[in-house]
């Protein structure tokens, strides 16, 4: 099966959806997300193109997640934690398993990318720590 194959805008479209609707009722980062994000709408469609070229290979999303997600005060595992959490819980309802199963995959790379990007740009003498021990 192709990227193109693996699923459909409309399944990203709601995966993203209802993905940050739990993002944004979450008590731990959902604070987070609305100190920062001012344009939901505009930060949702950002969010499809981001995971639409992620998972489909579309080239739609131009943008550099690391500098805005480094600049960001406070942030800490349990909350990269909690985001997988809700990302998780997203895809468990997903009823295209191939897709939900690669977006889990590279949901796990992101939020290590973005953790080890982060303590690297606040410590960079230190070796970064891992999201999850074992």
Known sequence: MSREELCTEAEITTLVH???????????????FDAHV???????ATMVRFWSSVLRGSGTYRGTPMPKHVALP???PDMFQRWLALFHETTETLPNRPFAESAETAAQRIARSLWYG???????ERMPSELFNG
């Open 18 to 32: 209802q993905f940050y609707a739990r993002v944004r009722e979450d008590a731990l980062i959902g604070p987070v």
């Open 38 to 44: 001012h344009d939901w709408d505009s930060h949702l």
């Open 74 to 76: 406070g942030l800490n």
């Open 118 to 124: 982060y303590q690297m740009s606040r410590d960079p």
